[in-house]
């Protein structure tokens, strides 16, 4: 019998109870990553099906925003580094680029994400954040489930694309 998702499997340790729904999430979209990548054969990881994405770009753009996300919710601007890299998320020659590459930047993203989650504390939950560069107003919550949310929507998508394709 399946494990039940991780929103089932109890408290993940050490992570404020008020971002327990975040962590939750991101493990999840972890567990997924690891059951589906592999299965992708090489030629598919940046094949496109009609005007869809590559499953490459929905992991590379889901490690890439969770990095901005967590930026923001830092209350720092975004590095020319991380612009560059938004700006070259589709770019199938630029590393990381096999399943391989993919899970393990991934993998370091989301453990990256927990490391922050755990540091974050109730009280500042509410702290105003500015996204972007037009300052658009959040909070160091919205930042943190957005980044959680946006995540399981582009390993949803990647998981739905490898099924369409026939990997799984």
């Given amino acids: 019998m399946a494990e039940p998702e ?4 109890g408290a993940v340790p050490d992570v404020p ?6 962590a939750h999430s991101l493990l999840q979209c972890l567990e997924e990553v690891r059951e589906t990548l592999p299965a ?10 009609g005007d869809s994405a590559a499953v490459g770009y929905h ?6 925003s969770l990095d901005r996300l967590l930026t923001y919710a830092r209350g720092e601007p975004l590095s020319a580094e991380q612009l560059a890299t938004m700006r070259a998320e589709s770019d199938a020659s630029l590393a ?3 399943a391989g590459e993919l899970m ?7 453990h990256g994400a927990l490391e922050q989650v755990k540091g974050t504390t109730d009280s500042s939950a509410f702290a105003h954040r500015a996204v972007g560069r037009e300052l658009l107003p959040s909070t160091v919550m919205g930042l943190l489930f957005h ?11 990647m998981t739905t694309l490898v099924r369409v394709a026939g990997s799984l």
Avoid: C, K
């Fill in 6 to 9: 991780m929103w089932l499997r």
């Fill in 17 to 22: 109870a008020l971002f327990q729904p975040v």
């Fill in 40 to 49: 992708v054969p090489p030629n598919e990881i940046w094949a496109r099906r």
């Fill in 59 to 64: 992991v590379r753009h889901a490690i890439g």
């Fill in 96 to 98: 990381p680029r096999t």
């Fill in 104 to 110: 393990v930047a991934f993998e370091r993203a989301v």
């Fill in 147 to 157: 980044a959680a949310e946006h995540t399981q929507r582009h390993v949803g998508q």
